[in-house]
């Protein structure tokens, strides 16, 4: 069984900074893409920012030049350092990986159950 928790979320005034972590845990043979996504009320999850196994990075652009996705491998853990917070970006995150665990030959995508962002004007 594989577990993958966020942590990080709160409130902020806009133009603050939030650094969002997610472990993932189990019998994890391998990960693959990591990554962020986010759902604001009322509205569709949307991808944040991706990293592949090799750091190979990629951002939607209303993020891009504000947040910046990475990974420690060693510890099974991606972050999302989020800077010049918008009240637009107020949504709960929730972490994604693609990975194999010991037990099953194919990879699967993982989700962690979110962490909410509230950015107030």
């Known amino acids: 069984q594989v577990h993958l928790v966020e942590s990080g979320g709160g409130s902020v005034q806009a133009g603050g900074s939030l650094r969002l972590s997610c472990v993932a845990s189990g019998s994890i043979f391998v990960i693959n893409a990591m990554g962020w996504y986010r759902q604001a009320p009322g509205k569709p999850r949307e991808k944040v920012a991706g990293i592949t196994s090799g750091g190979s990075t990629n951002y939607a652009d209303s993020v891009k030049g504000r947040f910046t996705i990475s990974r420690d491998n060693a510890k099974n853990t991606v972050y999302l350092q989020m800077n010049s917070l918008k009240p637009e970006d107020t949504a709960v995150y929730y972490c994604?990986?693609?990975?194999?665990?010991?037990?099953?030959?194919?990879?699967?995508?993982?989700w962690g159950k979110g962490t909410l962002v509230t950015v107030s004007s």
């Open positions: 994604n990986a693609n990975l194999r665990v010991l037990s099953l030959p194919n990879d699967r995508a993982y």
